[in-house]
Structures are given as structure tokens and as C-alpha cells.
């Protein structure tokens, strides 16, 4: 690490900060992306506020209103958008033309549509992969980054998760993951999940979706299966998901090489950043924020001890809000 780096925190839980007051969206549309996709966004905030985009996790997860939350709403301008084939964007599920990189254009798409010279990026778990990709290929676009539960999505953190490694922490609910696919097909379960969630009968596709998205609900978080999100349950929300993080999964990402991000660090290592990376993180663990923060020792990096991998965990709110805070200084 470089002599003048940022310190590295570690959250207590003393004088923790919660979210701000909810705020509804001043506006909303569904942006054309000259292909088969619409893009549905909002904005949040003040609309004369600092400009900020907030990308939502997965691939496949959607926006919800906590996320605008991270930010104070009188002095920031908040633009999020569900990325293509969740939440509101159209056509639901769909796998067509869908890639990192058709993401980081539409990223450019909506910041061109709303006017905004640079904006400050938010995103955490793959929200994070696409905030960092995004910067590398637009770094004159960012003013700043601020991410959680780091996600290189490199072949290493995808065996971890989907094939050995958090199976050893969640036997019972590696159990339950495992439930759809056979004894022999077990040796490549991200293949075995693509198979069926991308079969033509969508009932095979939601038994599947189902055990895919529960095996992360179960895992999210340090507070146990109580803090799993709700929609995790519903069939239209487990398909999208599950279909469309799987399919980025068996692609790499669609990056280039594996380990793509660190070795394009290099671009971004003057744009102020902000990680805030829960110890017991198990989706994301903590060893890929730390190879980050290696190849970029500016950035500020604070580890929450009692925290997952869950946004919505009070050291993990608290370290977001601060540093948003900190951001609307630059």
C-alpha cells in the first residue's frame, strides 16, 4: 500500500447513521435502446441536486426504494434504472442481447438522455462489477464511486459461491440448492441451473429459479433468513433473476479475460472511491475488496465486523450514508 493511502476503517457500532426519509421519484419513463429492450428510470431527489446513478445488484435483481435512501434527497439528483430483463424494463427474462456491455451502454444512454455531464456511481455485490466496468471504459464520466460487497466476478468467486466454498458455511441450505439437479450433473451446477433456466417449459424454469434464488436469500445475511428479501418468493422475480445471473455467470461476465477488472484498475485509480465491505460477507467475501483495494490504495475502504452481505445491515447502511456524504464535498 502507498504511505499516503487512505486509512483503512473497521465500523464499530458507536454513533451508527440510518437511512434517510424515503422520497418518491419525480419522474419515471422507459428509455428505447434501438433493440428489443426498453429500460424503465426514475429520478429521485432534487432535481437541481448533485447527479448520481444507482445500479441494483444480481445481474437480474430490480431497483426498490431503499436504494434511494442512501442519499441525502435535498442535495442529491438520483437516477436508477432496472436493468435489462428485470423489474420493470422490457421484455421480462429476457436473455437476448444482454450483456455487461449493452449494460454499460445503457448506463451512457440514460446519462445522455437526463443531461448529465458526470455523476457519481453507486453499486454494490454485481452492481459493483458493473460500476467498475463502467468506469473503466467511461472514466471521464465519473466523479466518484461508491461500492459494496466488491464483486470481481472472476472464476474463482463464482466457484466459491455455486460450486464449493459457502457450501461448507450453509450445508442445509446447500442441501436445498442442489434439491433440482442430479447426482451426476452436480459437478457443474451453474451449468446444470443454465440448462433448466433457460428450458422451454417454465415450470422447470421456476423449480430451478426457486432453489437458485433461495440458495443467496439464504446466505444474504448475518441475521439469518429473516433478512431475506420477500421478492426472492415470487415465481416472476425468481425466474428473471435466476435466468439472467446464471446466464452472465457461464459467460464470464462477457469480459474478456478472467480477472478483467483488476488489470484495468489502472484508468480509475484517480477517481475518488468508497468501499464499505462487510467482514462476514459469504456471497462476496472480503478477499476480492481486499485484491481492490491492493490495486487501488486511494480508494477509502471501511470493513463493517457484523456485517454480510446485505446493503440494508446497520453498519453497512451506516458506511454508505457517510460516504455519500463525503462524496457530495468533491
Known sequence: MEQN???????????????????EPFTYGWLPTGGPHEIFYEECGNPKGKPCVILHGGPGGAINPTMRRFF???????????????????????LDDNTTWSLIED????????????????????GSTLALAYAITHPERVEALVLRGIFLLTQRELRWFYQEGASMLFPDAWERFCAP?????????????????????????AEAASAWSQWEGDTIS???????PSKFNEVDFAIAFARIECHFFVNGGFFGEDGWILKNIEKIRK?????????????????????????????DFNIVWDAGHASTEPGVVDGLVRATDAALKL
Not at 222 to 228: L, N, S
Not at 275 to 297: C, E
Open 5 to 23: 493511502a487512505p486509512p483503512i476503517h473497521v465500523s464499530t457500532t458507536a454513533h451508527r447513521r440510518g437511512l434517510f426519509p424515503d422520497n
Open 72 to 94: 441525502n434527497p435535498a442535495k442529491w439528483r438520483m437516477a436508477l434504472f432496472d436493468q435489462r430483463g428485470c423489474g420493470k424494463s422490457r421484455p421480462n427474462a429476457s
Open 107 to 126: 448506463i451512457e444512454r440514460l446519462r445522455v438522455h437526463l443531461g448529465v455531464e458526470k455523476w457519481t456511481v453507486f453499486g454494490g455485490s454485481w
Open 181 to 205: 439437479i442430479p447426482e451426476a450433473e452436480r459437478g457443474d451446477m451453474m451449468a446444470a441451473f443454465h440448462k433448466r433456466l433457460t428450458h422451454p417449459d417454465r415450470r422447470v424454469q
Open 222 to 228: 448475518i441475521r439469518g433468513p429473516a433478512a431475506r
Open 271 to 299: 477517481i475518488p472511491g468508497w468501499i464499505v465491505q462487510g467482514r462476514f460477507d459469504v456471497v462476496t467475501p472480503l478477499d476480492s475488496a481486499w485484491a481492490l483495494k491492493r490495486a487501488w490504495p486511494e480508494v
